[in-house]
C-alpha cells in the first residue's frame, strides 16, 4: 500500500526565515505530488501539483515554492515566512491508476 | 467552478444514533466523489469514493454514501454512530479525470454518551 513520510511534524518559525517540509512516498513509482494547506474551518486549499520529477505546478499565488528533486520526494519551501504561512500543511499522493488520494500526516507551522 | 459544499460546520450526535453529513458538488463532468475522515492533527484517510455504477456505495468502518446526480448529492450515513467516530468529514470532488481534488470546508462530528 502506498504510504507517504512527511517531516518535521510541528516547526515554529520567525517570520523573515526560510522554510522547508519534505515528503517522501512509498509503495508507489511516478505518483502525482500534491501540497495542501488546512486553515481551520476552511478545508484544503490546494497550493501545488507534480507528475513528475522537476514539474511543478502553482494553483495559488504566493511566497512558497515547490520543488520535486526526485520521483517520490517533494518538498515545500519558502525563503521568507509570513504571519499568514501558519497552518497546516498535508502532502498527499495519487497512484495515476486510481482517483483517490492518500495523505501523510501533516505538519503544524506557526510562524511568530 | 468546480465547487464542494458542506452546509454543517458542526454536528453533535448521540452514541447509536444515526448520521447523516450533507455535501452538494459543482461540477459540468461526471464527477469522482469521496469522503475522507480526519483525526486531530493527523492526515486524511478515504472512506469511501463513487466513480460510476451502483449509486449507492458502502465505506470502511460502517459508513455509507449515495450518490444522487439530480441533487448534485453525496450524502455520507452510518446507521449507528460510536464515540470513536468523532473526527472532521470531508467531501471531495475529483475533476480532470481525477487529477485534481477539490475538499468541502469540512464537518466536525461531536459524539455524546
Known amino acids: 500500500s502506498q504510504t507517504i513520510h512527511q517531516w518535521p511534524a510541528t516547526l515554529v518559525q520567525p517570520v523573515g526565515s526560510p522554510l522547508s517540509l519534505e515528503c517522501t512516498v512509498e509503495?508507489?513509482?511516478?505518483?502525482?505530488l500534491y501540497w495542501y494547506r488546512q486553515a481551520a474551518g476552511r478545508g484544503l486549499q490546494l497550493l501545488f501539483y507534480?507528475?513528475?520529477?522537476?514539474?511543478i505546478s502553482s494553483e495559488v499565488p504566493q511566497n512558497l515554492s515547490a520543488s520535486r528533486p526526485q520521483d517520490r520526494q517533494f518538498i515545500l519551501s519558502s525563503k521568507k515566512l509570513l504571519l499568514s504561512d501558519s497552518g497546516f500543511y498535508l502532502c498527499?499522493?495519487?497512484?495515476?491508476?486510481?482517483?483517490?488520494?492518500?495523505f501523510g500526516e501533516g505538519s503544524r507551522l506557526t510562524v511568530l | 467552478a468546480q465547487s464542494v459544499t458542506q452546509p454543517d460546520i458542526h454536528i453533535t450526535v448521540s452514541e447509536g444514533a444515526s448520521l447523516e453529513l450533507r455535501c452538494n458538488y459543482s461540477?459540468?463532468?461526471?464527477?469522482?466523489l469521496f469522503w475522507y475522515v480526519q483525526s486531530p492533527g493527523q492526515g486524511l484517510q478515504l472512506l469511501l469514493k463513487?466513480?460510476?455504477?451502483?449509486?449507492l456505495v458502502q465505506g470502511i468502518k460502517g459508513f455509507e454514501a449515495e450518490f444522487k446526480r439530480s441533487q448534485s448529492s453525496f450524502n455520507l450515513r452510518k446507521p449507528s454512530v460510536h464515540w470513536s467516530d468523532a473526527a472532521e468529514y470531508f467531501c471531495?470532488?475529483?475533476?480532470?479525470?481525477?487529477?485534481?481534488?477539490?475538499f468541502g470546508a469540512g464537518t466536525r462530528l461531536f459524539v455524546k454518551a
Open positions: 498527499a499522493g495519487r497512484d495515476i491508476r486510481a482517483g483517490e488520494l492518500f
Open positions: 509503495g508507489t513509482s511516478n505518483p502525482n
Open positions: 507534480s507528475v513528475g520529477i522537476g514539474q
Open positions: 461540477y459540468g463532468a461526471t464527477p469522482y
Open positions: 463513487y466513480f460510476s455504477g451502483d449509486t
Open positions: 471531495a470532488v475529483g475533476v480532470a479525470g481525477g487529477f485534481k481534488t477539490i
